[in-house]
T-cell receptor, first 113, second 112 residues
Framework: GAVVSQHPSWVICKSGTSVKIECRSL??????MFWYRQFPKQSLMLMAT?????????EQGVEKDKFLINHASLTLSTLTVTSAHPEDSSFYIC?????????FGPGTRLTVT | QQQVKQSPQSLIVQKGGISIINCAYE??????FPWYQQFPGKGPALLIA?????SEKKEGRFTISFNKSAKQFSLHIMDSQPGDSATYFC???????????FGQGTRLTINP
């Protein structure tokens, strides 16, 4: 299956600052990537669909101005959490679809202090 | 209607036993049903997936049983091992493997 990487694996930032998370598809070109959020001991919730060369589509209830997604190439999508607050602390995971199966990256743990 | 309900929340099985996790859905447009395994601090790993044109799929010790009329599907782990101790998520999508809706997760513990 597809191999997906994320960077960083763990980041701490201060409240009010912005942080960027990278998602890379290492072995194939992904026109679409997905971003999920997972709070401790909870399930995954889809945040948005990242489309190469066009605007991302956000799920209901997700603030598009707070979670900026850029899919500038076929192998890289970035999620920027702007003006982060402690309630944004979570595990952010991206994924790609390859041969009709969805594969996830290792995740990025964001802690906002 | 977009929900996927998963049970049980937690499960303890003896080594060598069979672990069974169940999921139910309402949306009849769902056409893709994967199972993921997640270890603490890691991303979910795809275990096995099924589409509604078959009732069962087996890969190694993992089997999905699918009941379209009951709108239920389940994961069976045969000969469960301590290394299988993890959280398991079922999911579903109505656009192939796109935009997954996840179940609540099952924390599985295999006692040695």
């Amino acid at each position: 299956g597809a191999v997906v990487s994320q960077h960083p694996s763990w980041v701490i930032c201060k409240s009010g600052t912005s942080v960027k998370i990278e998602c890379r598809s290492l072995d194939f070109q992904a026109t679409t990537m997905f971003w999920y959020r997972q709070f401790p001991k909870q399930s995954l919730m889809l945040m948005a669909t990242s489309n190469e060369g066009s605007k991302a589509t956000y799920e209901q209830g997700v603030e598009k101005d707070k979670f900026l997604i850029n899919h500038a190439s076929l192998t890289l999508s970035t999620l920027t959490v702007t003006s982060a607050h402690p309630e944004d602390s979570s595990f952010y995971i991206c994924s790609v679809v390859d041969f009709y199966e969805q594969y996830f990256g290792p995740g990025t743990r964001l802690t906002v202090t | 209607q977009q929900q996927v309900k998963q049970s049980p929340q937690s499960l303890i099985v003896q080594k060598g036993g069979i672990s069974i996790i169940n999921c139910a859905y309402e949306n009849t447009a769902f056409d893709y049903f994967p199972w993921y395994q997640q270890f603490p601090g890691k991303g979910p790993a795809l275990l096995i997936a099924i589409r509604p044109d078959v009732s069962e799929k087996k890969e190694g010790r993992f089997t999905i049983s699918f009941n379209k009329s009951a709108k239920q599907f389940s994961l069976h782990i045969m000969d469960s091992q301590p290394g299988d101790s993890a959280t398991y998520f079922c999911a579903a999508s109505e656009w192939g493997a796109q935009k997954l809706v996840f179940g609540q997760g099952t924390r599985l513990t295999i006692n040695p």
